[in-house]
T-cell receptor, first 109, second 116 residues
Framework: GQQLNQSPQSMFIQEGEDVSMNCTSS?????WLWYKQEPGEGPVLLIA?????ELTSNGRLTAQFGITRKDSFLNISASIPSDVGIYFC?????????FGAGTRLTVKP | GAVVSQHPSWVICKSGTSVKIECRSL??????MFWYRQFPKQSLMLMAT?????????EQGVEKDKFLINHASLTLSTLTVTSAHPEDSSFYIC????????????FGPGTRLTVL
């Protein structure tokens, strides 16, 4: 189905650096979700956002639900090697859920 | 918690055979379950939405007679790939949405299907 616009596609960073990725859409969503997927595994929910403007943290992760309800970002502070994986955003409106193409994160020790 | 399991985690089968994949919500009830497939280095593509006790809703382009979905209880949905062919080889992932509370989807660990 239709996907959200997620960027960047991939990131290669040094351990300790901060990371930022975002998702945009031409449609409004009621919920924004961020998942992390490791090879051979299903996505694991990191953060769920339910209100426009909402800023939520989960440890070193912070995500925001854009005011326009058409975008969201995820920040990872002080990255560590185990942050490696693919991060997907997902936007949900009623029974319709769309995924971004994913951001592949590589962290060099 | 919100744990979703899938069985098997991987399966190899011969072309023309059928394969059944189970998706279970272990510690919550799920009125709705979803089935996705994922090709290497790509995002999740929704195949169908499964509601307990009713027929699944398939996305455009997904053959309902090939991918049979049964959601017989609030904790179990099954996907059967009938007459599998090599092009059906993929990573199949289910997710479940809680009946009550937040409507966040929780994903299973996925099933890797290889059709020879």
């Amino acid at each position: 189905g239709q996907q959200l616009n997620q960027s960047p596609q991939s990131m290669f960073i040094q351990e300790g650096e901060d990371v930022s990725m975002n998702c945009t859409s031409s449609s409004i969503f009621n919920t924004w979700l961020w998942y992390k997927q490791e090879p051979g595994e299903g996505p694991v929910l990191l953060i769920a956002l339910y209100k426009a403007g909402e800023l939520t943290s989960n440890g070193r992760l912070t995500a925001q639900f854009g005011i326009t309800r058409k975008d969201s970002f995820l920040n990872i502070s002080a990255s560590i090697p185990s942050d490696v994986g693919i991060y997907f955003c997902a936007g949900r409106r009623n029974n319709d859920m769309r995924f971004g193409a994913g951001t592949r994160l590589t962290v060099k020790p | 918690g919100a744990v979703v399991s899938q069985h098997p985690s991987w399966v190899i089968c011969k072309s023309g055979t059928s394969v059944k994949i189970e998706c279970r919500s272990l510690d919550f009830q799920a009125t709705t379950m979803f089935w996705y497939r994922q090709f290497p280095k790509q995002s999740l593509m929704l195949m169908a939405t499964s509601n307990e006790g009713s027929k699944a809703t398939y996305e455009q382009g997904v053959e309902k007679d090939k991918f049979l979905i049964n959601h017989a209880s609030l904790t179990l949905s099954t996907l059967t790939v009938t007459s599998a062919h090599p092009e059906d080889s993929s990573f199949y992932i289910c997710s479940a949405r809680k009946t009550s509370g937040t409507d966040t989807q929780y994903f299973g660990p996925g099933t890797r299907l290889t059709v020879l």
